[in-house]
């Protein structure tokens, strides 16, 4: 028995190296509960948007870290953060977001 890939396939290369590109994002609510539990988050980033739901939790009798890790592919730039806070406050940030940092984001009053 043969195995192998077809001249067409693609395969991985682990060894092959790439920069990573990320955001993470600490919440911290002043109207809504202090670590923003509840909120809606939406990353834009090139003609990518990524959403996450702040619920504290991954999986079966399990919890989270709070911060929200997003990994961006290969977009080296966010463009914009939305964040839909339990208090039904709506935020928008456009300017100051750089990727591979921990961005905090305070809910306003």
Known sequence: MSIGCD????RSDLAERKKIHWLKIVL???????NGLGA???VRAGAQTYTKYND??????AQSVLPLYFGL????????????????RKQV??????????????EPK
Request: avoid cysteine; hydrophobic fraction near 25%; proline fraction near 2%.
């Open 56 to 61: 504290g939790k991954s999986g079966y009798l």
């Open 73 to 88: 592919g290969d977009a080296g730039k966010v463009d914009r953060v939305e964040v839909d806070w339990p208090s039904e």
């Open 7 to 10: 001249v067409g396939e693609s």
């Open 93 to 106: 940030l456009t300017s100051g977001i750089e990727e591979n940092q921990t961005l905090r984001i305070i």
């Open 28 to 34: 911290e609510g002043t109207s809504s509960n202090r």
């Open 40 to 42: 809606t988050v939406r």
